[in-house]
């Protein structure tokens, strides 16, 4: 078993491909429309919108560790 801090890399990653390959396997279509619409996007939106997602993720793992 590996070390805490490896473990947890390992799990984050494993729980990120669970959750990609859902979107990717569900709604395949949805994902080509979200993408386009990313597309459309400027660079700035497309960054603010990157840095909500990981600071809404980063608050959801302090929460979870206590």
Not at 27 to 34: E, F, I, N
Not at 37 to 54: F, K, P, S, Y
């Amino acid at each position: 078993m590996p070390d805490g801090a490896v473990w947890g890399v390992v799990f984050g990653l494993g729980f990120v491909a669970i959750v990609e390959g859902l979107v990717l396997a569900l709604a395949p279509s949805h994902l080509r429309a979200v993408l386009e619409m990313l597309e459309r996007l400027d660079r700035e939106a497309r960054r603010a919108i990157g840095l909500t997602a990981v600071t809404i993720g980063v608050a959801l793992i302090w929460i979870a560790h206590g």
